[in-house]
């Protein structure tokens, strides 16, 4: 199976694991067991979801992607080819976290919730939505990036939304 095949099953897996009725059902599929409500992040305990080096690679990088150009969307001057443009980067790191990154089950489960909203922006960002919501979607994925920072340990992390 081809990277970019094996990507689109993964893509559509985060997108149900985020959506309210059928998280159950395609979280029992990837991990043999079912939930009764949709994934939401919290801790492991008190501590922090462990992290490797590929989910903090792409994760940085995602982060610099945006953050580079957020005085450019805050002050609407970021064009729609532009914003798809970021789209399309932050997806390929988003492919380069799927494939990579080796999480423990559980923290694994909480990263496709991070992951999920930050595809959603993508999609917003990238015009998917039929809505005029890129800013929108930038500003869902910082969010998610930051609740990334709150809830795994990657020493260093600094949040986009203050």
Known sequence: MSTKTAFIPALILIA??????????AEQAQHQ???????Q??????????????????MSNIRRLL???LEDIHGGRLSDA???????????????IIHNCRLPQEADAMLHVVLAEILQGT??????SGA???PEGAARIAQALDGYGQYFAHLGWQPLVH
Not at 16 to 25: K, N, R
Not at 33 to 39: D, F, I, T, V, Y
Not at 82 to 96: F, P, T
């Open 41 to 58: 992040l919290r801790l492991d305990g008190t501590a922090q979801w462990p992290t490797d080096e590929a989910l903090r690679q792409g």
């Open 33 to 39: 067991h079912g939930r009764a409500q949709p994934l």
């Open 123 to 128: 999609a917003l960002m990238a015009g998917q």
């Open 82 to 96: 532009h914003y798809q443009m970021l789209a399309k980067q932050i997806e390929g790191e988003l492919q380069n």
């Open 16 to 25: 149900v694991l985020s959506s309210g009725g059928s998280a159950a059902a």
């Open 67 to 69: 953050g580079d150009r």
């Open 132 to 134: 005029p919501g890129r």
